[in-house]
Structure formats: structure tokens, C-alpha cells
């Protein structure tokens, strides 16, 4: 029972990318806390940040939306 599955790519400039797929539709709603966007069930960012922040984040904004869909 997964309902988001985020694939993090990291480069050597220090850009991090994240591609997110979910069977709830909140891949959307996370990628937007980064800047990023897509569809609500396949989405992604880049950003410059560290990869322990960046792992931080995700799970912070993933939690709070599914907290979202889980009250609306």
C-alpha cells in the first residue's frame, strides 16, 4: 500500500532532481512545495539544496498532504 514513491537523481552542480508517482492524488501538491508541478498523480521538481534537507522536506510535505486529502 504505497501512495507516493519519489525517485531523487543528484548531479555533480548540485542540482537535485525528484520525479514523484502516487496512487493518491498528492504527487501534484508535494512537487508545488518545491517549485515544481505535473499532474495530481505524477509530478516533479529541481532544486539546488542538500540531499538530508531535500529528504527532510519530502517527507514534511508529503505527510501534510496526505493529511489534506485525507480531511477534504
Given at each position: ?43 516533479g ?28
Open positions: 500500500m504505497w501512495r507516493l514513491v519519489a525517485l531523487l537523481e543528484t548531479y555533480p552542480d548540485g542540482k537535485l532532481t525528484a520525479r514523484l508517482r502516487g496512487n493518491l492524488p498528492i504527487a501534484d501538491t508535494v512537487a508545488g512545495y518545491f517549485g515544481g508541478g505535473g499532474h495530481p498523480y505524477a509530478a521538481f529541481r532544486v539546488y539544496e542538500s540531499y538530508d534537507e531535500i529528504v527532510r522536506e519530502l517527507v514534511t510535505a508529503t505527510d501534510q498532504a496526505l493529511q489534506e486529502a485525507e480531511q477534504g
